[in-house]
């Protein structure tokens, strides 16, 4: 499912214009994304939790050269499924 099908399943769901849809998961994802920039958890109980952990530094291996490379630390977002999410699923 991509960005068009969320938001037209979204408008229909909730009975609301794909324009209003749009506008409201724009807002989801920025304010999520603001706050994993400054370092906070989003939880959504039931559904999962979003988070930013810190990947430490480590070597790899170039796969067309076989030659050893550091590959830096950075931050990466995590997501973690709540249990009604995982119950669905399964």
């Known amino acids: 499912m991509n960005k068009a099908e969320l938001v037209a399943k979204m408008a229909e769901v909730a009975d609301l214009p794909k324009v209003t849809a749009e506008k409201a998961l724009n807002a ?34 170039n796969p067309r050269t076989g030659e050893q490379i550091k590959i830096p630390a950075r931050k990466v977002v995590k997501f973690k499924p709540g249990s009604k999410l995982e119950e669905a699923v399964s």
């Open 28 to 61: 989801f994802i920025e304010v999520v994304t603001e706050a994993l920039k400054e370092g906070d958890k989003v939880t959504l109980v039931g559904f999962g939790t979003f988070s930013v952990s810190q990947r430490a530094e480590r070597m790899g291996r």
